[in-house]
């Protein structure tokens, strides 16, 4: 089986474990999730992050927003074009609208920003393993958009995207920095040589 045929299997595999999760466990999970994200260093010591809209069942990212405006850094979500992602700031929640993908985006005109001004990543996924590889859609927006950050890539998941055995992974994709679920902080090899390696579990 070729590589792109095996992400696809497990795309579809854990894309549908994900749809079949009940709105409460998607709260209850994510407000686990999203608790442990905001007692590491990754999140402390950043001033300036992206974060992402969930979708599809993702790991809400609502109250690390709520948290991280609320300590003064400054927020930025991705709108996805034809030409990629960029990244917009915004500074309340109702300023996202449905977008591509019927994404909530944040619309044109507001403050953009590279990834390589961010101190923190905070991205989504389909699966994952704990050497940081990672399967999301299958668009490649974040694989593009990210080449040039230098922060670490945190990802926001459940514990059953997490997989015991390795991903297959192609030249293009982005590693994460660490994983963090509802269950524990899985911190990937892939933090080695970016800023802020120090993490708290």
Do not use: W
């Amino acid at each position: 089986m070729t590589k792109y045929a095996e992400k696809k299997l497990l795309r579809s595999r854990l894309l549908e474990a994900r749809r079949s999760l009940p709105f409460e466990d998607v709260f209850s999970l994510s407000k686990k999730a999203q608790r442990r994200l905001l007692g590491t260093r990754f999140f402390r010591d950043s001033g300036r992050l992206a974060l992402y809209s969930s979708f599809a069942n993702e790991v809400l990212t609502d109250e690390v927003f709520k948290q991280a405006v609320e300590a003064g850094k400054e927020v930025f979500y991705p709108r996805v074009s034809l030409e990629g992602i960029r990244f917009l700031r915004v500074k309340e929640l109702d300023e996202l609208t449905p977008g591509a993908y019927d994404l909530r985006e944040p619309t044109e005109g507001f403050e953009a920003a590279g990834p390589e001004s961010f101190d923190l990543i905070v991205i989504p996924g389909v699966a994952f393993d704990e050497s940081g590889g990672r399967i999301g859609f299958g668009k490649g927006h974040y694989d593009m958009a990210l080449k040039g950050a230098t922060c670490p890539i945190v990802a926001l998941a459940y514990e059953f995207q997490v997989l015991k055995t390795k991903i297959p992974i192609e030249p293009h994709d982005v590693y994460v920095s660490a994983i963090i679920t509802e269950e524990r902080t899985v911190v990937t090899g892939a933090l080695r040589g970016r800023k802020g390696e120090e993490h708290d579990a």
